[in-house]
């Protein structure tokens, strides 16, 4: 690592040791995988909540306005097309439009093109927001990778996304 010590062992380390005192017939290559995602998922998403406070939103505000913001001009998607990105349930997103319409964060229109659908579209104030986030968390996280050597970066990336692919873990996030 560049410039940054890291310890010989961590906490995973010490629960496989102990599992391995205790059960020497265990391969527990799984927990050493695993619990370290869950742990950093932990620490990833307070940072993530700490961003999007920054900026304003709560999470579920920002998965919608990102959605929306990546679909490029005019930011407008229709309440199935955010159910797609967004896995949650029809009245969930209901409610998470419903909230960023009180916000002037989005407004809901007339599908020009479906008379019986509606559009979300974002307001010039929404993008700024979630513009802001994203700069938030990008910066936060490029801060996490910075003293990590660029090849272990590639390497850990491709590892992540053969794994959720084998998981089918491939919805998307944001």
């Known amino acids: 690592m560049k410039g940054m010590s890291t310890p010989e062992n961590d906490a995973v380390d010490a629960i496989v040791r102990e599992w391995s005192?205790?059960?020497s017939d265990l391969d527990a290559t799984p927990l050493e995988i695993f619990s370290r995602v869950k742990r950093i998922a932990k620490q990833l998403d307070q940072m993530r909540r700490r961003a999007f406070a920054q900026a304003g939103l709560e999470p579920s505000e920002?998965?919608?306005l990102s959605?929306?913001?990546r679909s490029g001009e005019p930011f407008a998607l229709?309440?199935?097309q955010l159910l797609a990105t967004n896995l949650v349930s029809s009245g969930t997103m209901t409610n998470r439009i419903d909230r960023l319409v009180r916000r002037g964060l989005v407004t809901r229109r007339n599908d020009p093109a479906d008379g019986r659908s509606?559009?979300?579209r974002m307001t010039p104030h929404g993008?700024?927001?979630v513009d802001e986030a994203i700069d938030l968390l990008l910066a936060d996280e490029e801060?996490?990778?910075a003293d990590l050597p660029s090849e272990d970066v590639a390497a850990l990336s491709r590892g992540l996304r053969?794994?959720?692919i084998h998981m089918g873990a491939t919805d998307s996030e944001f």
């Open 118 to 120: 509606i559009l979300v």
């Open 67 to 69: 959605a929306l913001r």
């Open 143 to 145: 801060r996490l990778l």
């Open 162 to 164: 053969t794994l959720a």
């Open 127 to 129: 993008i700024a927001l």
């Open 21 to 23: 005192t205790v059960r």
């Open 62 to 64: 920002f998965d919608v």
């Open 78 to 80: 229709t309440p199935k």
